[in-house]
């Protein structure tokens, strides 16, 4: 009886260890809740405001409120802060709709990408990287190094993924720490 309720007691915590680990990770200090879109949960990211301002500016906010699914590669702020100076700004002007719109949606893969299923294209492929395509027609390449995801954009800037796998209603966010920027 004893081995039982051990086994039990055991079965238990795991289920509960299970449950807690498939929950989705906070993401700039709010929760992200995998019946809300992306728009839905980015606004509520402290670290992601700027990207926010970016996509209702592009006019990206119905797009990604869509069905899907997407994978978005989420720029923090500071991502956005390391741009050269009024580089963020001059984007956002009015006249730049269309380059914002390029740089935005080069951060955008059509389907639902996990993490794991990067890391696992990348590391089958004989050299080392995952390429594939941005919404923007633009390439994109993964790379695993240590525990590390990493996306590339065309001129080989590198964005490490710093928190992967924010299911989304409409598809999924990986926290990036740089701007991919297209060429």
Do not use: C
């Not at 740089?103 to 890391?119: F, K, N, R």
């Amino acid at each position: 009886m004893k081995i039982v309720s051990k086994l039990a007691t055991a079965v238990t915590a795991l289920t509960i260890a299970t449950a807690a680990y498939a929950e989705n990770p906070m993401v700039g200090g709010a929760p992200m809740f995998e019946n809300k879109n992306i728009v839905e949960n980015a606004v509520n990211s402290a670290d992601h405001t700027t990207l926010v301002a970016a996509v209702k500016a592009a006019g990206l906010v119905e797009t990604l409120q869509s069905p899907g699914p997407f994978t978005v590669f989420a720029p923090v702020n500071d991502a956005f802060a390391a741009l050269p100076d009024d580089t963020v700004d001059t984007l956002l002007k009015p006249e730049n709709k269309d380059m914002l719109t390029k740089v935005l949606t080069a951060h955008v893969v059509a389907g639902d990408w996990s993490a794991g299923e990067i890391a696992r294209q990348a590391r089958a492929s004989s050299d080392g990287f995952y390429h594939f395509n941005a919404v923007s027609g633009d390439a994109l390449s993964a790379q695993v190094r240590g525990n590390n995801v990493f996306i590339y954009d065309e001129s080989g800037n590198a964005g490490r993924v710093t928190i992967a796998d924010v299911d989304q209603s409409n598809g999924v966010i990986h926290v990036v720490d740089t701007v991919l920027v297209p060429k």
